[in-house]
């Protein structure tokens, strides 16, 4: 299993000569199986120059699995290459709503004014589904997702192979739901799908004082996100969805603070990085 990150910035596209080394593009990631399956997680700008990758490389069938429907993890999804290709099959795949249906819901930004184009005239064959409750397969990935503490429905994933696992979780702030260290992990928000995974992709969004200043926003601080990874027993934890405010140097300092709280825990916190390859056994 291959992890290629196309887009690690949150909240807003932070393009300019200050974000060059860790990225502007918002949230998408693609994991590529060993037997060609290609899954896209989340639809952020970043999906646009994955999309021009993919239809170089000839790739038919595409499983988009969306966290949930904030602006930055959609906002690509207009500009995905594939889904103007009428020989393409796209399987969306997102957080049910009580309301309207995922279809429904994604239309509303392929209409106007916000684009000049119907949803019912994209070329591409889309299914749209909602994430099941239990664990489902794709290609031989077993795909997990589950709800999380983040405004608005919203999951996280976790795709294992026989040999690895992947936990993703860009917009989450357990923390909001009460002390994370210590607690079962039946109580806390995001452990069904990131307990012992391999890699942990976790919202990193804020340092600690900025946190205190924006509870309940859905985000989380640095030192929760390696409270949380320590929590669920995660081996590796990636550092995700950059403050837009946050420059290549803050990046930088927030690394090296994720470290410093993390000592000898073994999760060495990393930045996650537009174009960084994660290689998993």
């Avoid at 860009?170 to 739901?177: F, G, R």
């Avoid at 976790?202 to 859905?218: K, L, M, N, T, V």
Wanted: proline share 6%; glycine share 10%.
């Amino acid at each position: 299993m291959r992890l290629t990150i196309w887009g690690c910035r949150g909240s807003v596209p932070t393009p300019g000569p200050e974000t060059l080394e860790c990225g502007g593009n918002t949230s998408c990631v693609e994991v590529s199986l060993d037997n060609g399956t290609v899954l896209v997680l989340d639809a952020g700008t970043g999906i646009r120059r994955l999309g021009e990758q993919l239809v170089e490389r000839g790739t038919k069938r595409v499983h988009l699995l969306l966290t949930h429907l904030h602006l930055d993890h959609v906002e690509g999804l207009r500009f995905f290459s594939p889904l103007w290709d009428a020989q393409t099959t796209i399987d969306i795949w997102g957080p049910p709503s009580p309301i309207l249906s995922l279809k429904e819901r994604i239309a509303r930004s392929f209409s106007p004014p916000l684009f000049p184009i119907d949803l019912a005239a994209v070329p591409a064959h889309v299914e749209f589904r909602d994430v099941a409750r239990e664990q489902w397969t794709i290609d031989g990935a077993t795909v997990t997702a589950d709800l999380v503490v983040h405004p608005g429905p919203t999951v996280g994933f976790r795709v294992e192979t026989v040999t690895s696992s992947f936990a993703y979780l860009p917009d989450h702030e357990p923390a909001l739901a009460g002390r994370i260290e210590g607690r079962s992990t039946d109580w806390l928000s995001g452990a069904s799908v990131a307990e012992n995974a391999d890699v942990l992709f976790h919202d990193a969004q804020y340092f600690e004082d900025e946190y205190e200043e924006r509870i309940g926003w859905g985000h989380s601080s640095v030192g929760d996100a390696v409270t949380f990874s320590r929590a669920v027993g995660a081996r590796r934890l990636l550092l995700f969805h950059h403050e837009p405010a946050h420059s290549d140097a803050s990046l930088e300092e927030l690394e090296a603070h994720a470290r410093s709280l993390a000592g000898g825990d073994g999760s060495s916190p990393t930045l996650a990085r537009e174009g960084m390859v994660v290689e998993l056994p």
